[in-house]
């Protein structure tokens, strides 16, 4: 019982050593913070990135107010020409109908998809592109860690560490006068 007893002191020991060895080398650890949304917002290559996204839903959207008007005009028509149509006439103009709207939610559906693949494209490319700038900044400051804290559930953090606006001045300058 003795021996036992003494080798859980010793273990004791240890464990309290190894989180004593652990807290000093959090304490010493340098961090520093960057909000990817700010560089996104406030960068020329965000800012040339949003306009790019903003101008294809923008088509999109003309694309669709189109089918929209194709749809609404053969609603109308056939309402307007119901009584006087022939049943073959009639009948072909709710298949052209069907047909439209069927259209307008596979428009729908495939826009979606192709506006999220651009995003993701880009968003890709952008973060490729700033990952060695924000590892320059790091090494230049002496830092540990990085943290994003856009997304990343930081609640609070010392504005002191913020390096997102040398990130974005760093990221413009990398990109030259484009």
């Known amino acids: 019982m003795g021996w036992r ?9 240890l464990f309290v050593a190894s989180l004593m060895s652990l807290g000093y080398a959090q ?17 020329k290559e965000g800012k040339r990135v949003t306009a790019q ?41 709710m298949a052209d109908l069907d047909k439209q709207r069927t259209e307008r939610t ?5 826009s979606r998809r192709e506006l999220n693949d651009l995003q993701v494209r880009l968003f890709q490319r952008l973060q490729t592109e ?11 400051k002496n830092l540990d860690l990085i943290f994003d804290i856009g997304g990343s559930g930081i609640i609070y953090f010392n504005p002191a560490v913020d390096l997102t606006q040398e990130v974005i001045q760093k990221f413009d300058a990398s990109r030259g006068s484009e």
């Open 27 to 43: 304490q010493s650890m340098k961090f520093g913070v960057v909000d990817s949304t700010q560089v996104l917002e406030k960068s």
């Open 53 to 93: 996204l903003e101008a294809k839903n923008k088509t999109l959207q003309e694309d669709l107010a189109r089918l929209d008007n194709k749809i609404r005009d053969l609603e109308t028509r056939l309402n307007t020409q119901r009584l006087t149509l022939s049943q073959e006439a009639l009948t072909n103009l």
């Open 5 to 13: 007893s003494a080798s859980k002191k010793i273990l004791l020991v």
């Open 130 to 140: 700033l990952r060695p700038i924000i590892a320059d900044v790091g090494k230049e």
């Open 106 to 110: 596979r428009f729908v559906e495939d």
